[in-house]
């Protein structure tokens, strides 16, 4: 069973400051996404990562994947209020479009 | 860009009764929908997968027959879910993927059963 890891899965930070939010999952995947969810709101797409070694950039947010290891990275650069939100990374195991989810990060920018 | 409709955004019902929930595609075709739900701070399950044309593929541990889906066309998928009970309150958020392999979100359906 594909299991998605998250974390932290809470982080209150200073804006200004830097941060990491780190997803790790169990087996072989084709793909991973991250997507953003504000309070009652449904999922915006941030990055699909397609490859080893990809690095996707937007704005204060930075993804990679470590497929090796099994490991992407969502970095959050001189972080700002509105960037307060619930973060999740997703897996598509077999490029057969079901994702399984992370459990994901609840971010909150403190001004 | 790709865009995804549901319809209600939100419902209440009384236990018992059905709702039925539409996802629609409004740009682009999709054969393939997804169904997810999702419970106060938690994260989304996977229910079901949408195939235009053919019967709904049901994730372990979900009941067909609760949770009733159905694609007409290549822009439409419904999911209904029969014979309401309050454990069934979520969102409910349903998902196509475009042709440039982004997974498309609805808005989302709120769904209270009192």
């Known amino acids: 069973e594909l299991k998605v890891e998250q974390n932290p899965l809470f982080l209150s930070m200073q804006e200004g400051k830097n941060y990491t939010i780190y997803c790790n999952y169990s087996?072989?995947?084709?793909?991973l996404y991250w997507y953003r969810q504000d309070p009652g709101k449904s999922l915006e797409s941030l990055f699909v990562?397609?490859?080893?070694?990809a690095v996707k950039q937007e704005g204060r947010l930075m993804a990679s994947l470590d497929t090796k290891a099994r490991l992407s990275t969502l970095h959050i650069t001189a972080a700002v209020h509105d960037l307060s939100a619930t973060y999740f990374c997703?897996?598509?195991?077999?490029?057969?479009?079901?994702?399984?989810f992370g459990t994901g990060t609840r971010l909150t920018i403190i001004p | 860009g790709a865009v995804v409709s549901q319809h209600p955004s939100r419902v209440i019902c009384k236990s018992g009764t059905s709702v039925k929930i539409e996802c629609r595609s409004l740009?682009?075709?999709?054969?393939?929908m997804f169904w997810y739900r999702q419970f106060p701070k938690k994260s989304l399950m996977l229910m079901a997968t949408?195939?235009?044309?053919?019967?709904?593929?049901?994730e372990q541990g979900v009941e067909k027959d609760k949770f009733l889906i159905n694609h007409a066309s290549l822009t439409l998928s419904t999911l209904t879910v029969t014979s309401a009970h309050p454990e069934d309150s979520s969102f409910y958020i349903c998902?196509?993927?475009?042709?440039?392999?982004?997974?498309?979100f609805g808005p989302g359906t709120r769904l209270t059963v009192l």
């Open positions: 998902s196509a993927r475009d042709q440039r392999w982004r997974e498309v």
């Open positions: 087996t072989t995947s084709d793909r």
């Open positions: 990562l397609l490859s080893n070694g």
């Open positions: 997703a897996v598509d195991r077999f490029g057969n479009e079901k994702l399984t």
């Open positions: 740009d682009f075709q999709a054969t393939t």
């Open positions: 949408s195939n235009e044309g053919s019967k709904a593929t049901y």
